[in-house]
């Protein structure tokens, strides 16, 4: 069974930054870097939505409007690992995020929670 164990969450002031992980194993997912990976987010009392998602290579990245210019999705395929860097964070980055591929086909994990607060 593939487990996606995301870390890096905290509580951080308006205008501060984090750096999440997600770390990716199971007997499946020694294919790690056949997949387009992504970055979701679910606030409170709200659906979970995309984020940003990044290619297999890591060659092409997408980001949604919300975090365009403040977050940046990365991968390292030899350590099964996908990173967001999140700079400039404020409050309505509030949530708990989550990683899956591109269109989510994995079970989620647990996410890692991001509290943008002063």
């Known amino acids: 069974q593939v487990q996606l164990v995301e870390s890096g969450g905290g509580l951080v002031q308006p205008g501060g930054s984090l750096r999440l992980s997600c770390a990716a194993s199971?007997?499946?997912?020694?294919?790690?870097?056949?997949?387009?990976m992504g970055w979701f987010r679910q606030a409170p009392g709200k659906e979970r939505e995309w984020v940003a998602h990044?290619?297999?290579?890591?060659?092409?990245?997408y980001y949604a409007d919300s975090v365009k210019g403040r977050f940046t999705i990365s991968r390292d395929n030899h350590k099964n690992t996908m990173y967001l860097q999140m700079n400039n964070l404020k409050p309505e980055d509030t949530a708990v995020y989550y990683c899956?591929?591109?269109?989510?086909?994995?079970?989620w994990g647990q996410g890692t929670q991001v509290t943008v607060s002063s």
């Open positions: 990044i290619s297999w290579s890591g060659g092409s990245t």
């Open positions: 899956n591929t591109r269109t989510p086909s994995l079970p």
């Open positions: 199971g007997r499946t997912f020694s294919t790690f870097s056949s997949y387009a």
